[in-house]
């Protein structure tokens, strides 16, 4: 421990490190707990565990967002990892204020605007070219050092112990893995690890991982250098130079430009949260290269300007602030981001008087941020895209401690087994996160690749403020699907009378300026006559998203919120249950 939090550390502190957590948490998953000294919720029962065996042992809510990510990166391995990227927004009850931390992968400094012209996306989904610059471990670093009470050490200690005990393989570890077996055999590494017997591992079997253990004790141990510029480094590096692809594979699997100095180059940044009052309150979001905190957002401050908060305003304000995320939202190093402009009351304005009686056609123009605005615009007809598959990669946990400290966080490693290709010898899948750039040929697009740029990413991790205190914190994994489903989670909660737990249950859609609406069956089902009525077109999609959340209930009593069914349910666990 670098500072001793409370007085209990003084009895589980052993040779200098955090003993395992305390098992006293249910042995099957609940998605729902309420109680009081801290609380976490993540998709996964083993992560949510390590997360409050931290709190429990008087870490706080940044140890155990990072202590729980890197069980993730166990657990839930095709979706997080020290080698992907992520966002927190993190409340400090100290200093009363919310900030950003953000780990996005860059691009490598080879990488340029024409990069990814002409590749099929299949084909770069399985590449070393999509490996961006990993920043999950700068980013846990510059976590624990300015926020939290642990070392990395000790914060990935109880993850590496997970990887060596390992864990009893579910309904949905074994479909992502049977969902990503063939290209997965088409790396000898990652079919070791992640086909045995050429399968994916057996619901119920019991899932080690090693080498993972030992990349994370190694990492603990040497520290962040040892990716950034060292040994571990050396072999990433080489890895996505030349993939380890099978004998025999057909894939044309494209070598990836990253070079060592890449990794020494990474930095993970503090920018200044995106932020909104909506009905009184304060909301705070992710900063641009993230479009989660510019495009809920601007979509809350479209619908506060309309009036009248309805299932068809929501869709129709999700279209228009999706309209301007794509075409103003880029890593605000190379491009620049309106941002104020986009998040400004008067611009909702301009943009909800759009907003009528009967959908928006498709596609919805982007607006003019530009700080002048009139009457009413003419709705300006938008260029048709087709939308980018949306799977349901990601993950993202919350967690709150004793202090009052809350933490929401995203990690990813962009689809779901990111780029396919397992580093050898180190337990650990490579991101395919640069996929999230424009692949062009594209114009003034502020999302084409660039050396060292950060790909725009959808990644929403939000916190909610009551006079100025915690009220909500919320997120889900989803690639753009995240910022409609943080959206409608707040809808819901705030505008449509739901609890927090019915929030996150209500059934789904997502509408980002496509030609049709995706939507689970049950919503469709439910309001589909009502929205079609109105010119809405829905497709049927099968799930959207796996949301994590807390709702702060007063007298320092917290309700965590997990998914009931959603990505087989989530995990929400409490300190002291009441
Ligand atoms: N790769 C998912 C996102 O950043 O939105």
Known sequence: MKRLAGSILGVVVTAGLVAPPATAAPAVKQPVAEGYGGAVA???????????????????????????????????????????GGFIVYYDAKRNKVINIDGRETAPAAMTATTFEGIPFADAVTSGLSVGVPGSVAQWDLALRRYGTLSLREALKPAADLADRGFVVDQTFYDQTA???????????????????????????????????????????????????????????????????????????????????????????????????????????????????????????????????????????????????????????????????????????????????????????????????????????????????????????????????????????EQTGGSGIVVPGRGILLNNQLTDFTFGPAPGDPNLPAPGKRPRSSMAPTIVLKHGKPFLAVGS??????????????????????????????????????????????????????????GHVFAVTSEIGAATALEFLGRGRVQAVAEPVRRGGGSALVVRAG
């Open 477 to 534: 994994p989803g690639g753009a699907t995240i910022i409609t489903t943080v959206l409608q989670i707040l809808l819901n909660r705030l505008d449509f009378g739901m609890s927090l737990p019915e929030a996150v249950e209500a059934p789904r859609a997502s509408q980002r300026n496509i030609p049709a609406t995706q939507a689970e069956q049950a919503f469709i089902a439910q309001y589909g006559d009502e929205l079609t009525a109105k």
């Open 179 to 413: 969902a990503n077996a063939a290209r997965f055999a088409d790396f000898t590494s990652t079919a070791a690890l992640y086909l045995p017997g050429g399968q994916p591992p057996a619901v119920g079997s019991t899932f080690r991982n090693p080498d993972l253990a030992r990349t994370y004790r190694e990492l603990g141990r040497r520290g962040p250098s040892w990716l950034y510029g060292g040994p571990l480094g050396q072999d990433l590096v080489a890895t996505v130079k030349n993939p380890p692809v099978t004998p025999g594979s057909t894939r044309n699997v494209r070598p990836g430009l990253m070079e060592l100095a890449d990794l020494r180059a990474y930095r993970a940044l503090t920018p200044e949260p995106t932020h909104v009052r909506y009905q009184g309150l304060d909301v705070y979001g992710m900063a641009p290269p993230s479009s989660g905190g510019s495009t809920v957002g601007e979509a809350l401050n479209i619908l506060e300007a309309t009036g009248k908060v309805t299932l068809s305003a929501y869709l129709d304000a999700s279209r228009l602030a999706f309209a301007d995320r794509n075409a103003y939202v880029g890593d605000p190093a190379y491009v620049n981001v309106p941002l104020r402009e986009l998040l400004s009351q008067q611009y909702a304005k301009e943009r909800a008087c759009l907003i009528g009686e009967t959908a928006l056609p498709n596609p919805a123009a982007p607006g003019s941020p530009d700080g002048r605005y009139g009457p009413c615009p003419s709705a300006a007809p938008g260029t048709k895209a087709e939308p980018l598959p949306e799977g349901p990669e990601t993950t993202h946990l919350v967690a709150t401690d004793q202090w009052g400290n809350v933490a929401a966080y995203n990690i990813t490693i």
């Open 42 to 84: 993540t998709v996964d029962l083993d992560a949510s565990k390590v997360a409050l065996g931290v709190l429990k042992q008087g870490g706080n809510a940044m140890d155990a967002v990072v202590a729980g990510a890197a069980a993730l990166g166990v657990t839930e391995p095709y979706s997080a990892g020290l080698a992907g």
